[in-house]
T-cell receptor
Framework: EDQVTQSPEALRLQEGESSSLNCSYT??????LFWYRQDPGKGPEFLFT???AGEEKEKERLKATLTKKESFLHITAPKPEDSATYLC???????????FGTGTRLLVSP | DADVTQTPRNRITKTGKRIMLECSQT?????MYWYRQDPGLGLRLIYY???????NKGEISDGYSVSRQAQAKFSLSLESAIPNQTALYFC?????????????FGPGTRLLVL
């Protein structure tokens, strides 16, 4: 069964304090790994798709990396507006559907 | 204007009532999805549709039904609402490129069943 585990569940950072969020996955064959940002009461907002081990993608203060077993979302010098829940999802080669993790709630304090 | 819209945004109903949540999209995508989100459980797939004539059950379809009225419209119905269907409901669309799936989500409907 395809599974996604995200850690930590919650993370509190000071503004400018860099850190990483983890997404570990078990999938029969990876077609793609997706990162989303979700603000309270809103729908998930697409950030990145990673397709193969070794791939990296960046957007502003965010950088996503992928290995054969996990993905990291690195946040460099975060700002309070980066506070949100970050969701990870995988798509297996054998299925069309996404399997989501439960997310990491990030709070960045000024 | 938003690419994926959902109505209503908030809904309070009573146990046993039938309700419908609606989703419309202007992205031109063929694939549409309905998810529910509960604290600690993440997003779970209720139903999905790859085109107007193709509708499939997701992992938690019991108690729900759907209708794909057009490429742009996908509705979710709760035939007889119960309190454990209280949740956030999201519609999503996708247009897979070479089989790779990026899903785009609507703003959600917050449903409370009393």
């Amino acid at each position: 069964e395809d599974q996604v585990t995200q850690s930590p569940e919650a993370l509190r950072l000071q503004e400018g304090e860099s850190s990483s969020l983890n997404c570990s996955y078990t999938v029969s064959g990876l077609r793609g790994l997706f990162w989303y940002r979700q603000d309270p009461g809103k729908g998930p907002e697409f950030l990145f798709t990673l397709y193969s081990a070794g791939e990296e993608k960046e957007k502003e203060r965010l950088k996503a990396t992928l290995t054969k077993k996990e993905s990291f979302l690195h946040i460099t010098a975060p700002k309070p507006e980066d506070s949100a829940t970050y969701l990870c999802a995988v798509q297996a080669t054998s299925f069309q559907k996404l399997v989501f993790g439960t997310g990491t709630r990030l709070l960045v304090s000024p | 204007d938003a690419d994926v819209t959902q109505t209503p945004r908030n809904r309070i109903t009573k146990t046993g009532k039938r309700i419908m949540l609606e989703c419309s999209q202007t992205k031109g995508h063929d694939r549409m999805y309905w998810y529910r989100q509960d604290p600690g459980l993440g997003l779970r797939l209720i139903y999905y549709s790859f085109d107007v004539k193709d509708i499939n059950k997701g992992e938690i379809s019991d108690g729900y039904s759907v209708s794909r009225q057009a490429q742009a419209k996908f509705s979710l119905s709760l035939e007889s609402a119960i309190p454990n269907q209280t949740a956030l409901y999201f519609c999503a669309t996708s247009d897979p490129n070479r089989g790779r799936e990026t899903q785009y989500f609507g703003p959600g409907t917050r449903l409370l069943v009393l």
